[in-house]
Nanobody, 121 residues
Framework: QLQLVESGGGLVQAGGSLRLSCAAS???????MGWFRQAPGKEREFVGA????????YYGNSVKGRFTVSRDNAKNMAYLQMNSLKPEDTAVYYC???????????????WGQGTQVTVSS
């Protein structure tokens, strides 16, 4: 059983940056890691994902070029660096884990509790 805890959310002005962290209770090197977000009244949206070995990364169209997914398997951590933030990036951000990465939230077995990111205009 893998437990995930996100941190690093908060309030930031448009154009600013935040770095989210996802701490895992167990070893992460056997899992692909994904990041999703959900704004009020909207469906959960794929943000990005990184393969087990960290070589392959994938991004949702709305964040390409602005967000970067990374991981440190030695520390059992995953990260989401968010730059050039926009008000439409406001959402609860979740990290997730499963054997393989996917842009489909239903494929992930393990989820964190989420961290709120609010971007003011």
């Amino acid at each position: 059983q893998l437990q995930l805890v996100e941190s690093g959310g908060g309030l930031v002005q448009a154009g600013g940056s935040l770095r989210l962290s996802c701490a895992a209770s167990g070893r992460t090197n056997g899992y692909g890691m994904g990041w999703f977000r959900q704004a009020p009244g909207k469906e959960r949206e794929f943000v990005g994902a990184i393969s087990r070995n960290g070589i392959n990364t994938y991004y949702g169209n709305s964040v390409k070029g602005r967000f970067t997914v990374s991981r440190d398997n030695a520390k059992n951590m995953a990260y989401l660096q968010m730059n050039s933030l926009k008000p439409e990036d406001t959402a609860v951000y979740y990290c997730a884990a499963d054997l393989d990465v996917s842009s489909w939230s239903g494929s992930y077995a393990y989820w964190g509790q989420g961290t709120q990111v609010t971007v003011s205009s």
